[in-house]
């Protein structure tokens, strides 16, 4: 019997030190956008050259996150709505996300190696039947209303980066 309802949230976080090439466009798309955008906050008399200076004197720059996250928007919708970093225990990549958002975790208009990026994906309600040994049990299923026939089930390993973002209680009668 499901145990409640829930949203996780899953970071990436990419840096210059990324891998795939996925994440390599999008390293180098925000960080051309951030010297793009950043110029709207410049200041002569004070240049202020990293993310988190021009936020300290600032504080629309937090802006910059919205603004940035534009160039990242075309790579993620390639993703057609799949957390393709996140696979369950059999490897397969099944699950979805229907929000995103992205933030700056850092940058510098004088160092490109200074860019680094969150991007938290968030799942629909999703729902938790049980954790088992370090593992989630969930359904995808949307007939749960018979669970004595049973239903489709995936496991996904508790793991760095994924949280649970928003949890409801099954209700009983």
Do not use: C
Not at 10 to 34: G, P
Not at 139 to 151: A, F, H, R, V
């Amino acid at each position: 019997m499901p145990q409640g309802q829930v949203r996780f949230a899953f970071r990436i976080v990419i840096n210059q030190h990324s891998r795939t090439d996925w994440e390599k466009y999008i390293w180098e798309s925000t960080y051309q956008e951030f010297l793009m955008q950043s110029q709207l906050f410049y200041e002569k008399a004070a240049p202020l050259f990293t993310f988190k200076e021009i936020l300290s004197k600032n504080e629309k720059a937090e802006q910059l996150h919205f603004l940035v996250s534009m160039a990242a928007h075309p790579y993620i919708l390639q993703w057609k709505g799949k957390i393709y970093h996140l696979g369950d225990n059999l490897g397969n990549n099944f699950m979805p996300f229907n929000q995103y958002k992205m933030d700056i975790i850092d940058s510098n208009i004088k160092d490109k190696n200074a860019h680094e990026i969150g991007i938290t994906f968030f799942t629909p309600l999703i729902t938790l039947i049980d954790i088992w040994e370090g593992h989630y049990l969930i359904s995808l299923d949307e007939n749960l209303d018979k669970p004595s026939e049973g239903i489709e089930t995936l496991m996904f390993k508790l793991q760095p980066r994924l949280s649970v973002a928003f949890y409801q209680p099954k209700t009983i009668f």
